[in-house]
């Protein structure tokens, strides 16, 4: 009997470990970018070169040819709004800022944000938290 119930216990401990690694195996199960959350996105992605203030001050921002905007005065350079849609279309790729930039310096976020075809839902979402979240940071 003890055997028998050894041999159960084993093989249920071997099935959960199997269904384990096939969790991790199969790629809807893994977040290439574990957060959503906005103040995260901007820590991970922005902040080298915008700084953690959002001033433009990041580490980074002396090794780039472009000067590196303060994020924190978007809305004072649109009248007083902050062009929540428009500052998805940058984050995301989707706007072209050359003309008044010159070269595009900043990732174009959208396509690594989705990732792949199941993440693309959150990768909107992600797009837009972090734009909530500099709408947050206006002075």
């Known amino acids: 009997m003890r055997i028998v119930r050894a041999c159960s216990l084993a093989w249920a401990l071997a099935g959960a470990l199997a269904a384990q690694h096939l969790l991790k195996e199969r790629p809807e199960t893994t ?10 996105l901007y820590k991970t992605y922005c902040a080298t070169c915008h700084g953690l203030d959002g001033k433009g ?40 800022t050359t003309a008044a930039h010159g070269s595009r310096e900043m ?30 940071m206006q002075e």
């Open 57 to 96: 001050g990041g580490p980074m921002a002396p090794a780039l040819t472009a000067h590196v905007p303060d994020l924190t005065h978007i809305a004072r350079r649109n009248h007083g709004r902050f062009p929540l849609e428009r500052i998805e279309r940058v984050i995301s790729g989707e706007e072209d």
């Open 31 to 40: 977040r290439l970018i574990p957060s959503i959350e906005g103040s995260d």
């Open 107 to 136: 990732p174009m976020w959208g396509p690594i944000f989705s990732q792949i075809e199941f993440d693309l839902d959150l990768g909107r979402v992600r797009i837009h938290n972090l734009a909530k979240y500099l709408e947050q």
